[in-house]
């Protein structure tokens, strides 16, 4: 009986970082179109400031990227059981 309940919590370990993962998808995607959309209204508001502002987005999406890259790797890292608990 103890064997079952430990294999339903890490059911429930994976299905939590699985949703975990998705909601870090979802939010990375949500950061990236409001940055790139204030990005390009930013410039066609002020052409000549153009290749400044690409390139304070491009950092910005570039760490927005980096967040959502270091959630899947953790969550690969557990799925797999390279790292436990």
Do not use: H
């Amino acid at each position: 009986m103890e064997q079952t309940a430990v294999d339903w919590a890490k059911v429930a370990l994976n299905l939590a970082m699985f949703f975990g993962l998705a909601l870090a998808a979802m939010g990375s995607a949500f950061g990236l179109s409001r940055a790139v959309a204030a990005a390009m209204e930013a410039m066609a508001r002020q052409p000549e400031a153009a290749p400044k502002i690409q390139g304070a987005m491009m950092l910005g999406c570039a760490f927005i990227e980096a967040l959502t890259i270091y959630v899947f790797v953790t969550v690969i890292l557990y799925g797999f059981g390279i790292v436990k608990f």
